[in-house]
């Protein structure tokens, strides 16, 4: 039985530089993560990563869990960050290379709107996982805007073109959507990025120098930061962590 980190110890492994300002938007994805993954793994640990890429996100989770990260990429086994102390294969999300209910916990953290057979993708993710054991996962919200867009677009790259950059085949979900591909609603449900933070969002992902960035983002700080320490699991937000029980 394997413990996550407290939020604290998993906050402090953001992996972006200046977690506080351009890191912002992945702190919040952790702080949301963390609120819906279990407290303990159950069984004896074995935690599954499908799309873990450069993240080595449920490493710092369960940093004692005996973690397999699974991705499409075959070199992305050879650029695995320090932190990440799990054994890499390369396989297909629609086809997992596991047996039935292998690991405690299973987490798509970001993956599901890069995947065409996303219903596949999902019911894989079931099937390896035990009985009383967790899919983890976090996906933008289809119907969220950036408030600030209007203002920002001529210093952000618009969010098709991030889009196409990044690989998605779809914007985000519904919560409904995301209820009918497993077949159930979710256990626990958290959501990140508000209205009050979305700007040092937009100027994390800017184009605009480092030196106006650290000015824009003093002016933005109060109200950020109050928004940040505001934003409850069923506050609206650009994306969502979910956590189904099997």
């Known amino acids: 039985m394997i413990k996550k980190a407290a939020l604290r110890q998993f906050l402090s492994g953001n992996p972006y530089p200046n977690g506080l300002t351009d890191g912002l938007f992945y702190r919040e994805k952790m702080r949301a993560i963390h609120r819906v993954a279990p407290v303990e793994t159950g069984g004896t640990g074995?935690?599954?990563e499908i799309g873990g890429g450069r993240s080595g996100l449920a490493s710092i989770l369960y940093p004692q869990a005996d973690i397999v990260t699974l991705d499409i990429d075959p070199e992305l086994?050879?650029?695995?960050?320090?932190?990440?102390?799990?054994?890499?294969?390369?396989?297909?999300?629609c086809s997992l290379p596991m047996d039935d209910d292998s690991f405690d916990i299973v987490t798509m953290f970001d993956v599901l709107e890069h995947i065409e057979d996303d219903r596949r993708a999902a019911q894989e993710a079931l099937r390896v996982v035990r009985p009383g054991g967790y899919v983890?996962?976090?996906?933008?919200?289809?119907n969220w805007h950036y408030p600030y867009f209007n203002v920002m677009k001529r210093h952000c790259p618009h969010e098709s073109e991030l889009m196409r950059e990044w690989g998605h085949v779809r914007r985000g979900y519904r919560d409904p959507e995301l209820a009918a591909l497993f077949?159930?609603?979710?256990?626990?449900?958290?959501t990140f990025i508000n209205a009050a933070t979305a700007f040092f969002h937009d100027i994390s992902f800017s184009r605009i120098g480092r030196r106006r960035r650290k000015v824009l983002y003093a002016l933005a700080a109060p109200v950020t930061f109050l928004?940040?320490?505001m934003h409850r699991p069923s506050t609206r937000g650009t994306e969502t962590a979910f956590a189904w029980r099997k």
């Open 227 to 229: 928004g940040y320490l």
């Open 136 to 142: 983890l996962i976090s996906t933008p919200e289809v």
């Open 77 to 93: 086994g050879d650029h695995q960050p320090s932190w990440a102390k799990s054994t890499f294969i390369c396989g297909d999300a």
């Open 183 to 190: 077949d159930r609603r979710p256990e626990k449900r958290a």
């Open 46 to 48: 074995q935690v599954l």
